[in-house]
């Protein structure tokens, strides 16, 4: 079982960009998903999260410009970063709770997102 994420790089400030994560494997049962980041010197942060009913939580300091969604029959969950700014700068991490023979939490490789100009 593992989760792929893809899409990070660079973009400018108040450019946009989508990170997505695939999740893989024998799994049974997905259920939060979420992304956090990590950003040099810094501790792990909590980005966004969403529920198996698509309920969503966001930091403060991304709401109103990022969007999390999922996509159950894929096993997927998006990132939608609309203007972005160079503290966005991070290594962005997929997180998921999921059942293969029991409950427990998953988390992706990391993708670079960079916000510079």
């Known amino acids: 079982v593992q989760l792929q994420a893809s899409g990070g790089g660079l973009v400018q400030p108040g450019g946009s960009l989508n990170i997505s994560c695939a999740a893989s494997?024998?799994?049974?049962?997905?259920?939060?998903m979420a992304w956090h980041r990590q950003a040099p010197g810094k501790q792990r942060e909590l980005v966004a999260g969403?529920?198996?009913?698509?309920?969503?939580n966001y930091a403060d300091s991304v709401k109103g410009r990022f969007t999390i969604s999922r996509n159950n029959a894929k096993n997927t969950v998006l990132l939608q970063m609309n203007n972005l700014k160079p503290e966005d700068t991070a290594v962005y991490y997929c997180?998921?709770?999921?059942?293969?023979?029991?409950?427990?939490?998953?988390w992706g490789q990391g993708t670079q997102v960079t916000v510079s100009s």
């Open positions: 997180y998921a709770f999921m059942a293969t023979n029991n409950w427990r939490a998953y």
């Open positions: 494997g024998s799994i049974r049962s997905i259920g939060n």
């Open positions: 969403i529920s198996t009913t698509f309920s969503t």
